[in-house]
T-cell receptor, first 114, second 118 residues
């Protein structure tokens, strides 16, 4: 119940295209859903996050769509660029919980071809 | 803002030695820091939650005597891998959550330490 399932495992997109990564969770106590971007040899960097009281959040080319009833959320990268090539992790946490720790998805390796 | 510095970035040492990794929050205070381990092409695995001034909470399966965590101040946590062996080789990443006491702020990650045990 603590798992966060992420798909696809890898994704190849042409420059200018839309990259879509999906995540699903089981624990209804989760109330914070961030996305992290990680480049090789670096730590993850917070990209964008959403709480379950909204269905969509947009920051620049990055949008999170959230479906509370389906317990799913997704990251959309519009106008994908080669510089977006990285590994993306979704995560979830229960911010009111005792430890408030992040549960990470398995990651998606995105390659944007020029 | 919200910068987390991790040192060293890379360490290579012989089997049997102990290695200390530092995690510092440079521009904010953090009651809570986290230590993760990441194998190649895999996700982050939480090892332990570090709270300033108290004992760390270890995840199931993580040996507390093997991975010693100290969080002596609101800006510094250390992870010591004791008597390291080749199977301890990995990418270790720390994160820090902004705020003192109970906080809902996001976690900010360091750039990781690549540990290689020969």
């Amino acid at each position: 119940q603590q798992q966060v399932k992420q798909s696809p495992q890898s994704l190849i997109v042409q420059k200018g295209g839309i990259s879509i990564i999906n995540c699903a969770y089981e624990n209804t106590a989760f109330d914070y859903f961030p996305w992290y971007q990680q480049f090789p040899g670096k730590g993850p960097a917070l990209l964008i996050a959403i709480r379950p009281d909204v269905s969509e959040k947009k920051e620049g080319r990055f949008t999170i769509s959230f479906n509370k009833s389906a317990k799913q959320f997704s990251l959309h990268i519009m106008d994908s660029q080669p510089g977006d090539s990285a590994t993306y992790f979704c995560a979830a946490s229960n911010r009111g919980g005792a430890t408030n720790k992040l549960i990470f998805g398995t990651g998606t390796l995105l390659a944007v071809q020029p | 803002g919200a910068v987390v510095s991790q040192h060293p970035s890379r360490v290579i040492c012989k089997s049997g030695t102990s290695v200390k990794i530092e995690c510092r929050s440079l521009d904010f205070q953090a009651t809570t820091m986290f230590w993760y381990r990441q194998f190649p092409k895999q996700s982050l695995m939480l090892m332990a939650t570090s709270n300033e001034g108290s004992k760390a909470t270890y995840e199931q399966g993580v040996e507390k005597d093997k991975f010693l965590i100290n969080h002596a101040s609101l800006t510094l946590s250390t992870l010591t891998v004791t008597s390291a062996h080749p199977e301890d080789s990995s990418f270790y990443i720390c994160s820090a959550r902004e705020g003192t006491g109970f906080s809902n702020q996001p976690q900010h990650f360091g750039d990781g330490t690549r540990l290689s045990i020969l």
